[in-house]
């Protein structure tokens, strides 16, 4: 090969070797860092014991709170009838709202040393929420489906509150209370007003008085 053959040559294995090197490496499998259900405690003077007990009952929250976001939006996309984009727009504001507690809880357990649940299949594992069917409802049977979500999110969000503040875990104690049972409450308020069976144009008194 004449010297300026092996040139090019050597410059043309240089310039693959550099996109090799550029090339993203695909297909990486490793053992996990961290298995589910074991703690990586960071320092935040609180007890390990209380760590774990908050992680356990923080996860079971997080599965609910999912469940009842995604179901707002499933209420937001199929909802039907007069009242529609009314609730379109409130089962949205619902949802958004659902999933920004959706992050804190996450965000919570992971600093806690805990880790969170995330994938749609391990959520659908844990909630305690009923399944609603891959069908539309009425109006009045969606409302009372998110109605009961947010009981059972509620219920359990009092008694994990009262655990969080025995085992001193206020920052658990406060998320629960602040964020998680003040927006249920108050997105129940909004919900169940729907459901109260109020004329639209006349008031019930007058309509049985021009009866008689
Ligand atoms: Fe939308």
Same mark, same amino acid.
């Given at each position: 090969m004449s010297p300026r053959k092996r040139d090019v040559a050597a410059r043309?294995?240089?310039?693959? %070797?550099g996109a090799q090197r550029a090339k993203p490496v695909l297909h990486q499998h490793a053992r996990e860092i961290q298995p589910y259900g074991?703690?990586?405690?960071?320092?935040?003077?609180?007890?390990?014991?209380?760590?774990?007990?908050s992680i356990d009952n923080l996860n079971q929250i997080l599965a609910d709170t999912m469940t009842l976001r995604d179901m707002y939006k499933k209420h937001h996309w199929q909802v039907a009838g007069p009242t529609f984009y009314q609730l379109h727009l409130l089962f949205d504001k619902h949802h958004g709202e659902q999933d920004e507690l959706v992050d804190t809880i996450a965000e919570r357990i992971q600093l806690l040393g805990g880790i969170?649940? %995330?994938m749609a299949a391990d959520v659908a594992e844990t909630t305690?929420? =009923?399944? =609603? =069917?891959r069908g539309r409802e009425e109006v009045p049977v969606q409302i009372s489906r998110l109605l009961? %979500?947010?009981e059972i999110i509620l219920k359990e969000a009092r008694s994990m509150a009262r655990q969080a503040d025995d085992g001193g875990d206020d920052g658990t104690n406060d998320l629960i209370v602040s964020d998680l049972i003040r927006s249920n409450e108050l997105q129940v308020w909004f919900l169940a007003e729907h459901l109260v069976a109020v004329p639209l144009l006349h008031p019930e008194q007058a309509k049985a008085a021009a009866q008689r």
């Open positions: 043309i294995n240089q310039l693959e %070797a074991k703690i990586a405690k960071l320092s935040i003077a609180l007890d390990e014991t209380a760590c774990e007990s969170s649940i %995330a305690l929420i =009923p399944r =609603p =069917p009961e %979500a947010h």
